[in-house]
């Protein structure tokens, strides 16, 4: 089934809708950067009245300068137009004035590892006009052999661009001091001039070295005015985290002293008075282990373009809180603080890495981004990568709470507030249900990446148009995540170029896992789309919409997946050969049914097709995002429990090895490792033993053990492992178990143990509500195992000419089974084995009248089970939903007793298996949610009845023949009908039972009443 396609490429053209290819740079173990912006520059006098004025006297130097004027000069312009340049720098050559050389962007990369800055330059230009390779990685030493970068220190860490764009500052863990660089001196390209390095010890005010390691440093902003020139020093203030310090400092760039900061003690983070001094251990020089305390490791400090306000958040690797630090507009120096707490139910949440957004005006759908006058009003993210592998998300503004990204979509769509759908605040009463099966609040990646990085960009369109929705085309403002297996991820932050709200008349246009902010970006095309196509069916010129019914979504020219969710195929009724005849498998359950009437064909449909209506698909597919990938689902009556195989690890594995003991309480299955509530086992399961396979030798016994096969068993390919010296003398002692299909109930369930109980062997075709006890019942059991015997065969009922079963059947209660309505099954009866099916064995005979049972398991001697025993668990007469990817998910869990119990506290939508007869849905639950007026929710599954429609042949009147001018009609039946909900999908699957034909397959006319037909591993999949 197709679901999602959350990965897309990071390198987009901002507002465009097609992706450029990356350039491939050659960088040893990166892990920070920072840009500079060099190049020809007009100095401006200091004296100057007017500093945005040039004059074709003043003089022109190569500069590093702040990166506002590549900024400026990066900007998109008309082919009319002359290129913008920054005020003070234009071009005066007509007025005399010397020219002035472009200026380049650079980067300056932090390579941790050899400790040296990579650097790379690319040309000023819009965006829109980089077409790949447009990055060149430069050489710091031509006259070295190699491509060499710039030794810069011990293990540096982060790296930053001071307040005038002159010098980058690298702090070094190694060394525990900073670096600075001398940007002009890097990129002048002139090897007569030495690069200029130089260490900067970092001391409190008192002049004592703070020689703590650090972890993260940010700089303050950059001035915007351009013409100066750079002095001597660095500028302006650094923020470096020291975590065995428990502090961030702020220090003067110029000569390293520290000037105040954020110091976090027992009671909470504080600010540092003027002049106060703090002392760490030294971790460099001194060997002194680090105290205890908040460790902060990561910062990020943004200048709002807007409202020029600026902010710094703090992380810390120990701690659930973002600290935020209010900073003065004018010399960035600390003023107050405040914290946000993050959901801890752990209680060991920490902070690894955390950005900051601009000031952000809530919502918008046209194309444009307009923070003044959004609707949702303002608002300041920070994203903080946290401990447990997930992206927490809180506003730092107003709300200051954390905010829920994952709310249940199924509930958003209730929402018509785009400020209340900015922040959903976690724990508040009015916010939604979570996902199921999320570890917390935070944005979760999907496969196995996990965040190490995020940043967040503002995307703004290149010209402007109205709302497309594109999934390629990014306008707003957007958080890039970078992940452990290299891939990147994107995250709606605020997406102005989607609809903010969900639409009732276009559900699939407006997605709620898509539209809401912070959610993981789709990379499907044309989510909205539908099976339509613009076609002038009347002939009058005027094109219209009109439906097909003969595709199964969109795909491009190169054959990408487009449009919205939908099985990839239709749906498969799979059936093992020979257990069911091909023309009759209609009469097993599946999934609901609709009409399309399209110019290319009329047909019926799934409920799962690109073709269904717009709104079933909705209703269907509810939360793309919590099925994580696309998955093929298979819902398998009486399937396995668990799906590993060699080469894959989803949900444990499908066969597995433990001990069997048995005393005076009966069989006991016993695993050390627990496994088994994990695995989801409840009472009245299957567990069907596998033995091993005698053609691969002793291979899958024990050292001194050996594959043994009873000469009397009928069964192929399934031995037992037996002492090697036992084997022969236990033949006798284990005949019966050696020689039975060895499949059992399970009673108790523990962890560690399950209780294994004899199993009759009982008709599949026993009515659902089972068979009343002393009632005729011995002959509806023998009538339904008639019946039984003609499913395997291609005959119409009136030409059948099936022998009847030869069997003994009873209707007999079962107490070692999950009860009945009416109290019996139909159980195969016996006076010897040779009275019963192939694989199991007479138990309980009389020597004569038929009172005995068949039995499919029966207790064994020790001596027969002392091998390690290979089984596989098995739901019970139930449909399993395994997804191939996701795997049977279940609520059950150990309780203090190590018992196997449901989870009253997991989601409903926590579900795995489907019986034929669930309790009834209420008519007063919502349909989408299954929620109930009192905020509890109906059964999952439930039973109910819903219109499908059939696909009926029409015979001749009077015989099975097909009516050669109308073979069939599509017909709509109200049938029978179970409701499914796990956290992804909304299914309704028709005709658990079946009532029989009368004279014709599928005529439905048979009186049979409540027979189910499902048949073990019968499986329906998409």
Sequence with gaps: MKTLALLIPVVLACGETTSTPPSQLNLDRPTDMTFACVGGMRVIPDDRTDQMMGDPADEITLSAMPTPACDIRSLAFESTDPRPVPPGQDDLTAAGGLPIAPAFWFSFILQTGPGTVAIAQFQTKPATAFAGADVSVLDADPLTPGKNGISIGEDPVAIATDRAGCKIVTANAGSCDLSVLDITSAVDFDPSTPIDVNRLAVTNPNGTAIRARPAAMVAEPQIDVIGKRCSATATGLL??????????????SADGTMVGGVLYEAAGPRLLAAGESVSCVDECSGGAAPTAGIRPVTIDLEKDPRTLERRMVIGADNSAS?????????????????????ENATGDLGITHVALSPQIGMGGETGTVNDETAQGGQFQFVYAIATDDTIRVADVLALRKECDTQVDPRYTREITSVRDLSCLPVGDPLTPPRRAYVRGPGIELIGDAIPMSVDIIKSVPV??????GEATTLIGYFAIIGASNGGVFIANVDDDNRRDLFSETRPLLTPMPLQVAHQLRDGVEDRGALAEVELDPDGDGVPELVPLCDI??????????????????????????????????FQLPGFRQFQCVGVDSTRAVSELAFTAPEEIRDFVFPDLAALRTEDTWSLVWEGSLSQDRLDT???GPAIRESELRIDGSGLHLIDSSKPFCNAGVERFDLMQMRGCAPQFGDLDCPTGFRCFVHPNSQLQGIGACLLDDEADRLADACKDFLTSVRRYTVGATEAGELQLLPRRHTLRTTPIEGCAIGQPGTDLCTSLADYALTQSVSQHPMFDTTAPDTHTWSCETDPLRRPTTLGGRCQMKCDVTADCLTGTICQGATGSGKAGFCMEGVLPPQSCINAPQRYELRVAEAFAVIGQRTGFEHPIIADANGTCVRDATKSPLIAGRIPLTPPACDPTADPLTGRLPDGTFEPNPCSLTTETVDVVPQYLAGTCDLNPDEQTRLVPREASAIRFRNRGLNLTIVDPTYPGDAACVLDRGGNLGNIPHVFTNYQLSF
Aim: proline share 9%; hydrophobic share 40%.
């Design 239 to 252: 923020y470096v985290a020291y975590p065995s310090c428990h502090l961030v400092a702020a220090i003067n």
């Design 322 to 342: 973002i600290t935020i630090v209010e900073l003065s507009e004018i010399d960035t120096f600390p003023e107050s603080l405040a914290q946000v707490a993050l």
């Design 463 to 468: 010209e402007t148009g109205t709302f497309q």
């Design 552 to 585: 199964n979504g969109t795909e491009d020219v190169t054959g990408t997946i487009q449009g919205g969710p939908r099985a990839a195929v239709p749906p498969a009724r799979n059936i093992p050969v020979g257990t069911y005849a091909p023309e009759k498998v």
């Design 649 to 651: 690890s989803v949900d």
